[in-house]
């Protein structure tokens, strides 16, 4: 069974550009959800898909979109990057839009 | 008040001890309570998951929920070096969706 994997590792960019950051499912799951972690505090929610269609999102702002894909994959994008976006971004995967989410190793991103 | 309040510690104990890790909570619609493991600069790992209130064991790991208090709890036996990391509670109502976390609580168990 191959869990939940996350590209790139780490990434810096600067202030007004914009990242696109990804997501492999666990193999067997259908919903994926994004994550923001800042350094020292819990993770926050930002969005989930479940069969490509957006099924749920945090108090982020429209700037932060995002994708899913046939093959459940999914894609986080940011666009007008700011300093307050440095942090980590987790991707959760589940079935069926579960609580029981299993997560991947991360995105670091810093932004200068 | 934030919706899941956890005592960021850290928390410092003697390898085999027993350990306490703690959230309260104030959304009752919460129904389905996880505990998560993180070592630094790694993603959230799942360790245990628990529905409405009762008690749940994994060998050393013995989570309870309280949802008269909105409380809820995991103990770790015997504690090792190897669970220096730190845990975060979650929680999310039925529809399962956004999962709410605690700050996490930074645990150290030294040899």
């Known amino acids: 069974e191959t869990g939940v994997t996350q590209s790139p590792t780490h990434l810096i960019k600067t202030r007004g550009q914009q990242v696109t950051l990804r997501c492999s499912s666990q193999?067997?799951?259908?919903?994926v959800s994004w994550y923001q972690q800042a350094l020292g505090q819990g993770p926050q929610f930002i969005f989930q898909?479940?069969?490509?269609?957006?099924?749920g999102r945090g108090n982020f702002p429209p700037r932060f979109s995002g994708l899913q894909f046939p093959n459940y994959s999914s894609e986080l994008n940011v666009n007008a990057l700011e300093l307050d976006d440095s942090a980590l971004y987790l991707c959760?995967?589940?079935?069926?839009?579960?609580?029981?989410?299993?997560f991947g190793p991360g995105t670091r991103l810093t932004v200068t | 008040q934030k919706e899941v309040e956890q005592d960021p510690g850290p928390l410092s104990v003697p390898e085999g001890a027993i350990v306490s890790l703690n959230c309260t909570y104030s959304?009752?619609?919460?129904?389905?309570f996880m505990w998560y493991r993180q070592y630094s600069r790694k993603g959230p790992e799942l360790l245990m998951y628990?529905?409405?209130?009762g008690n749940k064991e994994d060998g050393r790991f013995t989570a309870q929920v309280d949802k008269s208090s909105k409380y809820i709890s995991l103990f770790i036996r015997d504690s090792q070096p190897s669970d220096s990391a730190t845990y975060l509670c979650?929680?999310?109502?039925?529809?399962?969706?956004?999962?709410?976390f605690g700050k996490g609580t930074t645990l150290s168990v030294s040899s």
């Open positions: 959760a995967s589940s079935l069926d839009a579960g609580y029981e989410q299993y």
């Open positions: 628990t529905y409405s209130s």
């Open positions: 193999s067997g799951h259908n919903t």
């Open positions: 898909y479940y069969r490509e269609e957006e099924n």
């Open positions: 959304n009752s619609a919460f129904q389905y």
């Open positions: 979650a929680m999310t109502n039925q529809a399962g969706t956004a999962l709410i």
